[in-house]
């Protein structure tokens, strides 16, 4: 049966303006997917419906992003941007490596501003405040009832700190999200199943029992930001309120989902949050550039189809996901199972698949399953096995599940 009742309303947080804005033509993270996604959602009728909104965000303002991040690294920010060619300041900041950047004004660095990773390009500071704008209008809206689901696709950013950026996120828009939600006394519980650790919402909230984070990832053995080990389980009151599961490599749908399945439907059972928030990071594919896991989207499907069933309130964001047209076909699939609907090509055989990639990607949007075999699946379902129990001995029982 579906989660689809009379009163169910849900909304899709957009607008040309946040997809719009580009680190650079060579940076791998693509705001642009949200287009994508929201193109490819029409393509399978699955905005154009009685309950469905699609609205638009406004910006956060600094004082609402300060109510979480440093003022003084977010006045560097502001500056930086609003000196708006970046370029007339800091003539080779965006193009510098960032071994070059050291003769860059040394506050900038310990900002990680202008590296690779976080180039400084003009509206950096508006996309940001605009990008949190959009997670905490979602937020506000399944908070207060008037939507049980929402999805803000460029949204996620999961690795900035409280005073500096990390990992191509600026400001952390669930940080100071939850952060709001907290002040209105609200019980959160952040489910991660980006490829990458969320160490900045990890580090925000360690010490904290009111926000129950959860996050499945690729091992940081290999792999930025190098956390997220499954001994990381918060400290003081927080003490068993951080969950990391780390994936080995080559980790498929079916140990992944296995993983999950184990993991998240009794911690969300027992920890009863008023709302989820949810970062369906699309970059585990197998497909994607940066990561090593070996998913395709069923795992990811069947995440989300488990989130959407232990979660009535949910407010999703898009997180990472470097394959462009893989991480639009992910997102299209989870907003179709987080509205209940089976996807439906309305126009196959009419138009060319140019817009989307390859035909061969549209017209079913599921991947074809694949499996990892041999003597590596079973070093990463042994793996897998110890950190399961590692988590039931020492997280479990705080939760009171035995
Ligand atoms: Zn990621």
Excluded at 70 to 93: G, R
Aim: hydrophobic share 40%; glycine share 8%; aromatic share 10%.
């Amino acid at each position: 049966m579906g989660r689809r009742s009379e009163k169910f309303a849900s909304v899709f947080i957009y607008s040309d303006e946040l997809a719009n804005y580009e680190y650079s033509s060579t940076h791998p993270f693509k705001p642009i997917r949200a287009k994508l996604t929201l193109d490819l959602c029409r393509r399978y009728d699955l905005i154009e419906r009685p309950w469905i909104r699609l609205i638009k965000p406004q910006p956060l303002n600094f004082e609402e992003l300060a109510e979480f991040h440093d003022e003084t690294y977010l006045k560097t920010l502001q500056a930086i941007d609003s000196s708006a060619t970046a370029k007339e300041l800091w003539p080779d900041v965006s193009s510098s490596r960032k071994e070059d950047s050291l003769t860059l004004d040394p506050q900038i660095l310990q900002y990680e501003l202008g590296t690779d990773d976080n180039p400084i390009f003009s509206g950096v500071y508006d996309f940001s405040a605009l990008t949190a704008g959009a997670t905490d209008l979602g937020a506000k809206m399944v908070a207060s009832g008037e939507v049980q689901v929402a999805f803000n696709p460029v949204g996620g950013f999961h690795h900035a700190a409280r005073n500096h950026a990390e990992g191509f996120c600026y400001v952390n828009d669930v940080a100071v999200t939850i952060t709001h939600l907290l002040k209105e006394g609200l019980r959160v519980a952040f489910v991660d199943i980006d490829a990458h650790h969320g160490n900045g919402v990890q580090d925000a909230f360690y010490r904290d029992n009111r926000v129950l984070v959860i996050s499945f990832h690729e091992t940081g053995r290999g792999i930025y930001p190098g956390s997220g080990f499954e001994n990381e389980i918060g400290e003081g009151k927080g003490r068993g309120f951080n969950v990391n599961v780390p994936l080995p490599e080559k980790t498929d749908d079916e140990a992944f989902v296995r993983a999950f399945e184990e993991i998240v439907p009794p911690l969300l059972d027992a920890y009863a949050p008023d709302m989820v928030i949810a970062e369906l990071g699309a970059d585990t594919h197998i497909a994607d550039p940066l990561t090593h896991l070996s998913m395709t989207n069923n795992g990811y499907c069947q995440a989300v189809k488990t989130l959407a069933q232990c979660a009535p309130r949910i407010l999703a964001l898009g997180g990472g996901g470097y394959d462009l047209y893989k991480t639009a076909r992910s997102w299209t699939l989870a907003w179709a199972i987080l509205n209940d609907l089976e996807p439906r090509d309305e126009y196959v055989g009419i138009i060319g698949g140019m817009m989307f990639g390859p035909e061969i990607e549209v017209g079913d949007l599921y991947d074809k399953t694949v499996y990892t075999t041999g003597i590596i699946k079973e070093r990463i379902n042994k793996e897998i096995d110890r950190i399961l129990d590692f988590v039931k001995q020492n997280v479990f029982p705080i939760h009171k599940i035995h």
